[in-house]
């Protein structure tokens, strides 16, 4: 079966870098996505690896190993409004409409 | 504006009772999602639709029903065999020939009592 594992708890203070690493186990892999989603809100996109390296959007950014099946998001200059929940999502294969399967989370707090 | 909305934001309902979530996109995708989150929990998926009138199992289907007779709406229902109906309901959609990423309404909290 599917499995995505990530922390599910991180914490940093304003300015810093984080990363959030996930591991991933699936029967197939065609991409990881990864996307963020404050307390009560909708997910929203942040990322998108289908080929090994590093995604580079604004202050996140997102690297892929396909041989270690490996990947992480990486927040530079931390901001209060970091504060959210952050979900890895394989893609399972091209073409499929199930298209995503989601990690549990992890839970990013950006104190003062 | 383009998007998903869904309604209403906060459902209650008595336990025994069905209950049908809205979802309507405007984003022309063909296929739509619906995903329930309990806290601190990942999104797990209950139904997928590719086309009209074409709707597949999800992980966690058992006590769920859906239909998609429009291209813009698919609606939910929670029937009264799902045991433990209380969560965080999210539809989405997306381009069935698109590359990755799904685009999410602001979600339903049914709490069931």
């Known amino acids: 079966g599917q499995s995505l594992e990530q922390p599910s708890e991180v914490t940093a203070v304003e300015g810093a870098i984080v990363q959030i690493n996930c591991t991933y186990q699936?029967?197939?892999?065609?991409?990881l996505s990864w996307y963020q989603q404050h307390d009560g809100g909708a997910p929203t996109f942040l990322s998108y690896?289908?080929?090994?390296g590093l995604e580079e959007t604004g202050r996140f950014s997102s690297f892929l190993s396909r041989s270690d099946s490996y990947g992480y998001l990486l927040l530079q200059e931390l901001q209060m409004k970091d504060s959210a929940s952050y979900f890895c999502?394989?893609?399972?294969?091209?073409?499929?409409?199930?298209?995503?399967?989601f990690g549990s989370g992890t839970q990013l707090t950006v104190l003062p | 504006d383009g998007g998903i909305t869904q309604s209403p934001k906060y459902l209650f309902r008595k336990e025994g009772q069905n209950v049908t979530l809205s979802c309507e996109q405007n984003?022309?995708?063909?296929?739509m999602y619906w995903y329930r989150q309990d806290p601190g929990q990942g999104l797990r998926l209950i139904y997928y639709s590719q086309i009209v009138n074409d709707f597949q199992k999800g992980d966690i289907a058992e006590g769920y029903s859906v239909s998609r007779e429009k291209k813009e709406s698919f609606p939910l229902t929670v029937t009264s065999a799902q045991k433990n109906p209380t969560a965080f309901y999210l539809c989405?959609?997306?381009?069935?020939?698109?590359?990755?990423?799904?685009?999410f309404g602001p979600g339903t909290r049914l709490t069931v009592t």
């Open positions: 999502a394989v893609r399972e294969a091209p073409g499929s409409a199930r298209q995503l399967t």
């Open positions: 984003l022309n995708h063909d296929a």
């Open positions: 989405a959609s997306t381009d069935r020939d698109g590359p990755y990423e799904q685009y």
């Open positions: 699936t029967s197939g892999f065609y991409g």
């Open positions: 690896n289908a080929l090994d």
